[in-house]
């Protein structure tokens, strides 16, 4: 009677089941969030690198129509192979008093020029999962004033 007892309270394998179980769901996590955090570092690349353009540009008049330097500034910014572009540079005129710019002309205050630059570029994760997550495309645009 004692043997049998023995084999009813015997329990030593739960543990590797219970981490055999769980462990797929573990790994998926952690694959998601290798991804969560590749997905982060992009967006921060693409904003960083739109608001070098912007930098670029709002340095002086000059540089303000210089939107090849601004691009340029943008793409040089970005990590190479990440697939990150810039898209446009512009650049604007308001009045200080909050009106519109006619003609580059403000009437009734000074002109404030910005600059602005958009980058863009297609984040593909590591991973396939049971959701679908395919390549989204992202973009980022960066506006500054230039010192006059």
Known sequence: MKNLKHLYDCDSGQVFVEVAAFMPILVLLLL???????FSQ???MLVSSARAGAQ???MTLITATDFAGMKTAATNDAATGVGIT??????FCKCADGTTCSNNICLTSHRLI???VTTSGTFVPLF?????????PET?????????
């Open 56 to 58: 670029y540009g709002s």
């Open 32 to 38: 998601a969030a290798i991804d969560f955090s590749r």
């Open 42 to 44: 992009f967006d921060e």
């Open 86 to 91: 810039a898209t446009a540079a512009s650049n």
């Open 140 to 148: 980022s645009t960066a506006i500054m004033q230039v010192e006059q």
């Open 128 to 136: 396939s999962y049971v959701v679908k997550v395919g390549a989204s």
């Open 114 to 116: 910005y600059v602005s």
